[in-house]
């Protein structure tokens, strides 16, 4: 999958004109690509689409227009697009109620490294963001990448797989059959 490169990126004035189909487009194509995770964690699977749209509202937010600027978020936000042969995604671990919250941070210290996918019976290990990890806790957003063996990229190009994704943590386990839209997404994001 392609980067998202500095030339796609609008200015502020282009981007407000386009902006609202933009958001509509995304915003669908992030309904298919959200999987709840048990009952506490959020999966949305990320592809250049979804980077670029994040980098495009981050300029927009924060009113940013420095070349500099724009090249950091740029670099920051390309590293959520997949390589090849490799499903990226960001991990929401989200409890309402702030006291329970910061228990269960503390809890699930080391949960970045427990995440796996399995496509057609085989398990895929976790590649986690460990920047800025506290052994004592863990954070509530990860940043995580699983890549693909060439045998599970074979068999999600040839359709009809089942796909699951899953997290085996003392503090939280739970796995999800992932549904035909969204196989279907990541699929598409392999070419």
Avoid: C, W
Wanted: glycine share 6%.
């Amino acid at each position: 999958m392609s980067l998202v490169e500095r030339g796609e990126l609008l200015g502020l004035a282009e981007y407000e004109q386009i902006r609202e189909p933009f958001r509509r487009r995304i915003m669908a194509l992030k309904q298919t690509r959200r999987v709840a995770l048990g009952t506490n964690m959020t999966v949305l699977f990320e592809n250049h689409d979804t980077a670029l749209f994040q980098i495009q509202e981050m300029l927009r937010t924060e009113r940013i227009s420095a070349e500099r600027a724009v090249l950091h978020e740029l670099e920051t936000y390309n590293e959520l697009v997949p390589g090849e042969r490799e499903f990226s995604a960001t991990i929401f671990i989200e409890y309402p109620e702030r006291e329970l919250r910061e228990r269960m941070l503390v809890a699930l210290a080391g949960v970045e490294g427990a995440f796996y996918v399995r496509v057609a019976g085989e398990r895929l290990a976790v590649t986690p963001d460990l920047r800025g990890t506290d052994p004592s806790r863990t954070m509530a957003v990860q940043y995580v990448k699983f890549a693909l063996s060439v045998a599970a990229d074979s068999a999600l190009r040839a359709g009809n797989v089942e796909v699951s994704l899953g997290v085996e943590h003392d503090a939280y386990r739970a796995e999800v059959v992932l549904s035909a839209d969204t196989v279907r997404s990541l699929r598409d994001d392999l070419g």
